[in-house]
């Protein structure tokens, strides 16, 4: 076993590239790529082995042209710059140091309880992908970027914290299903290229201290559950649908200022402080099923457009405040624990799910709520 350096750039098979030109054989030797070096694999498989360690430094740079393993406790430290041209797979440990970085243009996935660390930066380039699967996980401590048209799957027990001061962008596919979680306490951003599904047991969580932008597309979807504990703004589309689960609690804020639907036997959930605002221009809609439930000291303000269809439910419980700036369209089933609906508009009104008047509250000229027709 032995340490083998960089001694110059140039390709890894090429024994000129090490000091002592020696090729390292990653069953038994650990790796340094130096400083100023570009060390380029593009032949044979590799497979660093249980115990030993590639680290590249913080000038350094290594090429992955042909495939490589990460086997389960192995471990490779990425202090300078790490390009992936081909595929690897992470079993054992990833470090992207604070001014290290990953290039991923062809595909990396993180497998069988491997682990990544990025305090830098990680980019997935478009059509390339990143996937978290089979009990791994990846915490963003720096930067995580998911170009267009790229790929992520997180399942089978997946887990990637987007952590406090740490960001992701997505812009490609990203699915989270069977059992994983995804959880934001930094900032996201879901851009206006991305299809998010979150389903089969999926959880993607908004923490406090954390916000999420929603620009195109936002599924929760057979069984998935989304938690907004933080802030999350929708300027996209967020459809929950399939017996899934949306709550926003514990002062969470759901901002809506593009479109939401909850459906098929779906719940949209607020409580305990939770707010659910809906924007001038946005909109919020029950129906075939669904339910919203507005409840114990929450609070929503729907400035936009609100309606209830096709046998859907609205629950307004104890100590509820919702204000409705605009009117209602309702065609399904409400109740309430004790909750309050309060008409601020001068004239407000209830229509049917198709628009048509139901019944109209004047508070003109300073008078009480009266029911006028």
């Not at 497979?47 to 192995?74: C, F, K, N, W």
């Not at 305090?119 to 990143?130: A, L």
């Not at 995804?182 to 206006?192: H, K, P, Q, S, T």
């Not at 057979?222 to 703004?233: I, K, M, N, P, R």
């Amino acid at each position: 076993m032995a340490t083998i350096t960089s001694a110059q750039s140039g390709y890894w098979d090429d024994p000129t590239t090490w000091v002592g030109g020696v090729v390292p054989d990653l069953s038994v030797d650990d790796v340094v790529v130096a400083d100023y070096h570009t060390v380029t694999a593009d032949g044979s498989y590799l497979t660093l082995a249980s115990g030993r360690t590639i680290t590249i430094d913080g000038y350094g740079v290594l090429e992955l042209g042909t495939q490589m393993t990460v086997e389960s406790g192995a471990s490779v430290y990425v202090q300078g710059g790490l390009h992936v041209y081909a595929y690897v797979e992470v079993q054992g440990y990833l470090e992207v140091d604070t001014y290290g970085w990953v290039d991923d243009y062809g595909g990396v996935a993180v497998l069988y309880g491997g682990t990544v660390d990025a305090g830098g930066s990680i980019y997935v380039g478009p059509y390339s992908y990143f996937d978290v699967v089979y009990g791994s996980s990846l915490y963003v401590y720096g930067w995580f970027y998911q170009d267009w048209n790229a790929y992520s799957y997180l399942y089978q027990g997946a887990y990637v914290s987007v952590e406090s001061g740490g960001s992701a962008y997505f812009d490609g596919y990203l699915n989270v299903e069977d059992y994983s979680t995804l959880r934001i306490y930094g900032n996201a951003d879901f851009y206006y290229g991305s299809y998010v599904d979150v389903r089969y047991g999926g959880e993607l969580y908004v923490e406090s201290g954390g916000g999420l932008t929603v620009r195109n597309y936002l599924n929760v979807v057979d069984s998935g559950y989304l938690y907004v504990h933080g802030d999350v703004t929708l300027d996209g589309y967020l459809y929950a649908y399939g017996g899934s689960q949306v709550y926003v609690e514990y002062a969470g804020t759901l901002t809506i200022n593009g479109y939401m639907t909850v459906e098929y036997y779906s719940n949209l959930v607020a409580y305990y402080g939770g707010r659910v605002n809906v924007g001038r221009w946005g909109s919020l809609e029950a129906y075939y099923y669904g339910s919203i439930y507005f409840d114990y000291q929450s609070r929503s303000d729907l400035f936009g457009y609100f309606r209830l269809y096709y046998d859907a439910y609205l629950y307004l419980g104890w100590d509820a405040i919702v204000r409705v700036y605009r009117g209602m369209d309702i065609s399904g089933q409400m109740d309430s624990g004790g909750g309050k609906m309060v008409m601020l508009r001068r004239e407000g009104r209830i229509n049917d799910a198709d628009g048509d008047s139901l019944f109209v509250f004047d508070q003109a000229y300073g008078h009480g709520q009266t029911l006028v027709a």
